[in-house]
């Protein structure tokens, strides 16, 4: 079927321009169509001796494709079938792949942050539709020239609700070698935590220069990392920063249980370093000794997760990042309180929740902001100790709350900024009683409903209450 793979060749109406890259399992040509943009074609290889898993891998790809959806994957156009010449028809990237990074190795810490943002937000994208990647590789990451993450080649990839044809078919581990998961040496295909592993993996990679567990090239290599951990990114580059440090290797937990729990979790952390909390794992600067290496071992006998079987948008589910957004001065203690249980309830429901404690600093449009108040402290400090003040009562371990101090003339729109940037999946908020000024400009709760792209759960406390907890303040 591939004799006919040359330049100038037409395939059900498209050009074949020129081949940009030959891979063991498939060839990439630029095509061209009359009218359209320019496009790539994808054809798996089908010659005799070839790996039988391109072929099963293709048809995977022919299935999630056309139901992807977002600027974190590439457009699909077309596909043929095994009857003829199979194909793929993409929109063509004209970015870069994080491969081309590997070059430069090792990054700036910024970075390393900002190329992990960019690929936990495609990820988190990737998995709300479903789909986890499970092949997450330099090569198989792209960059838009608006600075989108693209992931590309979804042949190793597992559809909640398609039929997993690789699972069915083969026996063996289905994955890349130096990113390839714990969970997918025991051939567990369900969980979209293994991507949060290749996600540390890959920050390893650009902040050492190094591959956290080399290329092994055997079942017995890749069973190693069922329970020993990479040498410290920081034993290899000292310029590494403690905060970096603890992402990676949570990331690379051997248990999926002690990662982060989502991709937009990963995000969180890497957009706010300073709220990441700092572990023994921050502090390491060599590998773990015998004998916790002998207990993950032992833990690896017959081991299978329990939570294998749920659906990738039952563990999203499981482990939302939920936003508590606080006006400090303006809210009452009722308010305040009430939001405090509405949060509770809301991580009760969902163990694995991350929790934000977010307020605005509201600043002036024309004016020179005042940062200290008549006492001359500092207002941003003021707010966060509040916050943290507000926040003890949850009785939250460390690792599942930050903190936020956020500027702007527009509280609505700075929180929903927030919202957006780090995928927030809940956020529960605060409303105040009515009157004739709020009723003509909106409030801030209306705004952010109206207007939030996650759900929102609103607090308010009868007029009444609010009206005699403001008078007893005032006498």
Not at 40 to 64: C, H, N, S, W, Y
Not at 154 to 171: C, I, K, T, V
Not at 239 to 256: F, G, K, M, N, V
């Amino acid at each position: 079927m591939n004799a006919r793979l040359e330049r100038g060749a037409v395939i059900d109406g498209y050009t074949l321009e020129e081949r940009i890259h030959q891979g063991s399992m498939a060839s990439l040509w630029r095509v061209s169509s009359p009218g359209q943009p320019p496009l790539v074609m994808k054809m798996p290889l089908l010659r005799e001796g070839d790996d039988p898993t391109a072929m099963v891998g293709f048809e995977v790809e022919q299935m999630i494709m056309p139901i992807l959806q977002g600027p974190h994957v590439p457009l699909f156009i077309a596909s043929g079938d095994f009857s003829a010449q199979p194909y793929i028809v993409m929109e063509h990237i004209r970015g870069d792949s994080l491969r081309g990074c590997l070059e430069r190795t090792p990054l700036d810490t910024e970075e390393v942050a900002r190329i992990g943002a960019q690929i936990a937000t495609a990820l988190h994208s990737l998995h709300r539709q479903h789909v986890i990647h499970l092949d997450l590789k330099p090569s198989n990451v792209m960059f838009r020239d608006t600075g989108e993450a693209v992931l590309i080649d979804f042949g190793f990839s597992r559809h909640d609700r398609l039929p997993d044809l690789l699972a069915e078919q083969f026996r063996l581990p289905m994955g890349t070698a130096p990113y390839i998961s714990p969970e997918q040496v025991l051939r567990i295909r369900n969980d979209p935590r293994s991507d949060i592993f290749a996600l540390g993996a890959l920050l390893y990679h650009l902040v050492t220069g190094e591959r956290a567990f080399g290329f092994p090239t055997s079942i017995t290599g890749l069973r190693k990392r069922l329970f020993r951990d990479p040498v410290p990114p920081r034993a290899r580059n000292p310029t590494c920063p403690a905060w970096l440090q603890e992402i990676i290797l949570r990331c690379l937990e051997p248990d999926p249980r002690e990662r982060y729990q989502s991709a937009a979790q990963a995000l969180l952390a890497l957009r706010n370093p300073g709220q990441v909390p700092l572990t023994e794992r921050a502090r390491k600067l060599r590998q773990d000794g015998m004998m916790t290496v002998t207990r993950r071992w032992m833990r690896t006998l017959g081991a299978a997760h329990a939570e294998s079987w749920q659906s990738t948008a039952v563990q999203i589910a499981r482990s939302p990042v939920v936003v508590v957004a606080l006006d400090l001065l303006g809210s009452t203690d009722t308010l305040l309180n009430g939001i405090r249980t509405t949060g509770e309830r809301v991580l009760s429901m969902h163990p694995g929740a991350r929790l934000a404690c977010v307020t605005v600093l509201r600043t002036s449009r024309l004016a020179v902001d005042v940062t200290v108040d008549e006492e001359g402290r500092n207002l941003r400090v003021l707010r966060l100790v509040e916050l943290k003040d507000w926040a003890r009562p949850l009785g939250l371990e460390e690792g599942r709350l930050t903190y936020h101090v956020l500027e702007g003339p527009d509280p609505a729109s700075v929180l929903l900024d927030f919202v957006r940037e780090n995928r927030v999946d809940h956020v529960v908020i605060g409303a105040r009683g009515a009157s004739p000024l709020r009723r003509y400009l909106g409030s801030v709760s209306a705004h952010v409903v109206a207007e939030s792209p996650c759900t929102v759960t609103v607090v308010k406390v009868p007029q009444v209450e609010e009206e005699d907890e403001t008078e007893a303040e005032a006498s």
